[in-house]
């Protein structure tokens, strides 16, 4: 299942025992590749360094928008 979420072929062994943005870097670092499109919704701090996080690696952000408690259709995030 997790392959499927994250479109990848890598095998996936992380164990980090750190702060939650050390292991978001982690997971990012280990599935991110150069050109690798990313769908982040930014709302607060941690959205921010998540986008950063994936340029860092090489991703390409993507950042929809919407107004606080609407919901995004299918179509509108292909």
């Known amino acids: 299942m997790l392959r499927y979420v994250l479109q990848t072929n890598r095998p996936l062994k992380i164990s980090v025992s750190r702060t939650e943005s050390v292991g978001t870097e982690t997971t990012l670092a280990k599935v991110v590749e150069l050109g690798d ?42």
Not at 48 to 56: A, G, R
């Open 37 to 78: 499109k990313v769908l982040a919704r930014v709302i607060k701090y941690f959205s921010h360094c998540l986008v950063n996080m994936v340029s860092h690696h090489g991703g390409e952000v993507h950042k929809p928008t919407k107004l606080w408690g609407e919901v995004f259709s299918l179509e509108e995030l292909k």
